[in-house]
């Protein structure tokens, strides 16, 4: 029998929007609602295997109803940003699922749906009615199931007219009644005033339908009466705005609704685009995207003890290689060999990493090493350091395919060779998943297989690089890559191998501190509780909090009361043992991430951490790091600070000193916009923080207090990173009227600003890109969107993007700035981390007043800007010293 399952999608997505953290893929663009919405399909298609499927949306913020009552959902707040940006991609991901969606103007989604459930009604097909408005429950009947979520999206709760009137005592359509007596507030339903759910069904568990009630008000007592007979009108004109409209002129087929399954490639793609690796690896899709043209077989060579002259003699001054690294840490990771392509000679070499290692291999190690023959790669930056774990220290990369293809689309999630020859044009060669296998199925094939391959990967190298040595130049971004992203490449090798120095016993020390800690916490939270529970059990700590304590319970779960920070954050006023538990959670959190975390990491040959920065994950330019991640390490908390103590100078004697940019995206901003008053208190050297609440607040600095600076501080950077006024109304729990209000007033202040942000929006809409102060370029082909919701994403993203990524730039260049002076004044100190904005150096004694002075001369000097650059140092025998 057909079944169909008809989403509300509107309320689905809204749903997933607030069940979920404020995820974002490396673009900036906001993917949360989205997220939860594709795992809800996922699962409805894998449990429910529907034959036909139906997503139904509004269509509009004006329906039929507005007519009859203009205030209908007149209370509702503002959609966010935050999700309204993120419907369009709903809409295209479920064109990849390959769902149909319906939306009709003057209609809302409901209307579309109970217009649908009726015809199913009549042909007596099943359905399945997802949604998290249980207004719906008066669509139920013996072929319509609703199902209501409980759990943010992951779980629901089903209903047919049985369960209903189990549950409320009423059938389906008294649901309405319902909503007429007790109104409804996120809909601006007014209902009777002072009648809520509980009230309103002993009346109609004896009358049966508003007019009833109305009819017998005589009968009523009190001020029940009073009420009843006072806004009988008003009880009237509610049931009728709560019926569903189910006589939609819908000039659709029932097959129309007919579901065949996804489109794995669209869907692969529409993945890769948001960043769900996590459902890309679960459902198979990784090599769904067929090859742009059909792979011909090379002439493959492998070459073998006595062949590595005649491979030397072939390889000449340059030639394009690749090194096939398994594992996706390269400071633990494993050589399967490498391959090259001599374009005069048309030769494909595959050499075997085994060969390379062994002693007829020294001939191509010290070619590896020489910095005169020329070598062009996929990933120098991750050759580089796997192949120095090996004892061979590559040299001589003139071009880096992968690089070069992140700066002109940074946003490509996808920059693996078959995915960039698919991209550009370039002879089709088959993703490695294809060849390869995946996770527990990954497998080495035989060695025809494998040389084929990765000389082909060579072959494409070769095919990509003058393509994109051309697109560098068009893109005017050439000096960026050859002078930036390509020599950083090299320094952050130099570091990453160097490594940091980890004194374990004083981390074991630290966490033994943190148990302790914790064990009296737990002491504290069983007094002030009055009994002893599991603290990390959410129904348990909820039964405590809401049941024993009194505490007022703002969300539920399927397993009982939400705990969630959010929710425990807004009880602490009421009760000491709630910032006591979050203690707790925020103590427990440094034991297991990073204490047990940075334990595991330590490399025992070296006694040191040797983290891993990414130069092309983030679309900003920023740097990211893994294995372990060091970006991340909480300092806002004093024992999260504490453990950079455990990080050391690798020699006896040697200081750690650390270097940190001063508000350098604010100081870039003022250089951009030309705001006069931005500048004037940088060029002042004021705290910018309270020189932006005494011109917001028109007050003098005397009468700034700690409050003012906190809100200014908070619109500073939220300007910079693109905020709305429900993002700034979360940060300083205000509403969203005055937050909007704060935002107003800071652009009739700062007119500079103001004027930049207009114009590199224009600037964008003209050009499609926006770019930084070393020419960064991010396209923006959704500037001229005629959505809504695109567009304007797209313009806040213009507006931070030159911000943020001429920061980002600035650091870099400063990195290698300071790699060079290091090396030309014969310096023994070490660059080690690049955190954010701060640069950490180990300096031996004799060196110190050097460094102190050189490093933050070479930050403050990296970019020529209109305000100072600033750059604080500090120093001592730990990282923590060195704040």
């Known amino acids: 029998m057909d079944k169909l399952i008809i989403i509300d999608g509107n309320s689905i997505a809204n749903r997933a929007f607030y069940a979920l953290p404020l995820l974002s893929n490396s673009s900036g663009l906001h993917t949360n609602a989205v997220f939860g919405f594709t795992t809800m399909l996922l699962k409805l298609i894998e449990e429910e295997k529907p034959t036909h499927f139906l997503v139904a949306f509004d269509a509009g913020k004006v329906t039929f109803r507005h007519k009859e009552y203009t205030e209908y959902k007149g209370g509702r707040a503002k959609t966010p940003p935050e999700l309204s940006e993120q419907f369009p991609l709903i809409k295209e991901l479920l064109k990849a699922f390959q769902i149909p969606q319906f939306e009709l103007s003057g209609y809302e989604a409901d209307d579309i749906i109970g217009t649908l459930t009726r015809i199913a009604d009549e042909k007596g097909e099943n359905v399945l009615l997802v949604s998290g408005d249980k207004d719906m429950l008066q669509l139920a009947s013996d072929h319509v199931t609703v199902a209501i979520t409980r759990k943010g999206i992951s779980e629901v709760e089903r209903y047919n007219p049985a369960e209903i009137q189990e549950k409320y005592g009423l059938s389906p359509k008294q649901i309405i009644d319902l909503k007429g007596l007790m109104g409804d507030t996120s809909d601006n339903i007014p209902g009777i005033p002072g009648v809520g759910e509980k009230t309103a069904l002993k009346l109609l568990h004896e009358y049966g339908t508003v007019e009833n009630v109305l009819d017998n008000a005589a009968n009523l007592k009190g001020k029940m009466k009073e009420k009843v007979e006072e806004h009988a009108q008003s009880a009237r004109m ?505 935002i107003e007033q800071y652009f009739a202040v700062f007119q500079g600003v103001r004027k930049y942000m207009d114009d590199i929006v224009k600037d964008a809409r003209r050009d499609g890109y926006v770019t930084t102060m070393l020419q960064r370029r991010r396209y923006l082909p959704e500037i001229t969107a005629s959505n809504f919701n695109l567009r304007s994403f797209a313009e806040r993203t213009a507006m931070n993007t030159p911000i943020q990524g001429t920061a980002a730039d600035i650091i870099k260049l400063a990195m290698v700035q300071m790699a060079e002076r290091l090396k030309s004044e014969n310096l023994r100190s070490r660059m080690l981390l690049q955190v954010h904005d701060e640069l950490v150096f180990e300096v031996p004694q004799e060196e110190l007043e050097t460094m102190k002075t050189l490093v933050p001369e070479v930050m403050a000097s990296a970019l020529k800007l209109d305000v100072p650059l600033r750059a604080d140092v500090d120093y001592g025998l730990t990282w923590y010293d060195a704040k």
Request: charge should be negative; charged fraction near 25%; aromatic fraction near 8%.
């Open 238 to 742: 509610s049931k009728e705005l709560a019926t569903i409209f189910r006589e939609v002129p819908m000039e659709t087929e029932w097959s129309s609704f007919g579901y065949g399954g996804y489109d794995g490639q669209a869907l692969a793609s529409m993945f890769r685009k948001l960043e769900f690796k996590s459902l890309l690896e679960k459902m198979d899709l990784g090599a769904s995207v067929e090859p742009s043209e059909p792979v011909q077989p090379l002439d493959v060579q492998i070459v073998t003890e006595d062949g590595i002259d005649a491979l030397l003699e072939t390889l000449g001054d340059s030639v394009p290689m690749h090194v096939e690294i398994v594992g996706e840490n390269p400071h633990h990771s494993e050589i399967v060999g490498l391959s090259f392509y001599n374009e005069e000679h048309a030769k494909s070499l595959y050499v075997p990493f085994a060969l390379l290692q062994s002693d007829a291999g020294a001939p191509l190690r010290a070619w590896l090493e020489d910095a005169a023959k020329k070598k062009q790669l996929l990933d120098q930056h991750r050759a580089e350091l796997a192949l120095a774990w090996q004892g061979v220290r590559l040299r001589g990369v003139d071009f880096d395919v992968q690089l070069a293809a992140y700066l002109l689309d940074p946003t490509d999630s996808d920059l693996t060779l078959s995915g960039l020859a698919g991209k550009y044009g370039l002879p089709g060669i088959k993703a490695d998943e294809e060849v390869f296998g995946k996770g527990a199925k990954f497998r080495l094939p035989d060695e025809a297989a494998l040389s084929e391959h990765l000389c082909r990967k060579a072959y494409t190298i070769a095919r990509a690089v003058p393509v994109l040595r051309v697109e560098l130049e068009k893109g005017e971004m050439h000096r960026l890559f050859y002078e930036l992203e390509l020599p950083l490449a090299g320094v952050l090798a130099e570091m990453e191998l160097r490594g940091i120095k980890m004194d374990a016993a004083d981390l074991k020390v630290f966490g033994e501190e943190l148990a302790k800690q914790l064990d009296a916490i737990m002491v504290r939270i069983y007094e002030l509780a009055g009994m002893e529970f599991n603290i990390n059990s959410p129904k348990q700590l909820g039964e405590v909090l809401f049941e024993k304590l009194g505490l007022p319970a703002w969300k539920k779960t399927k397993t009982g009361y939400s705990t969630d920070a959010e929710v425990l954050e807004k009880l602490a006023p009421y009760n000491e043992v709630v910032g006591q538990i979050l203690n707790y959670r925020q103590l427990a959190k440094l034991q297991s991430t990073y204490v047990e975390g940075l334990l595991k990491e330590v490399r025992p040959e070296t006694g040191k951490v040797h983290t891993y920065y990414r130069q092309t994950i983030a679309a900003t330019g920023r740097l990211s790091s893994q294995y372990p991640n060091l970006q991340n390490i909480p300092i806002r908390l004093e024992e999260g600070r504490k453990i950079r103590k455990v990080f050391v100078p690798s020699e006896p004697g040697w200081y750690i000193l650390a270097a940190d940019y001063s508000q350098i995206e604010l100081r870039v901003l003022a250089h951009i916009s030309q705001d006069e008053k931005l500048k004037e208190a940088f060029l002042q050297n004021m705290d910018i923080h309270t020189k932006t609440a005494m011109d917001v607040f028109g007050v003098p600095e005397s009468q700034v207090d700690s409050n003012m600076r906190r809100q200014a501080k908070a619109v500073n950077f939220g300007i910079v990173y693109g905020i709305s006024e429900y993002g700034l109304s979360q940060n300083l729990d205000i509403t969203r009227k005055e937050a909007g209000a704060f």
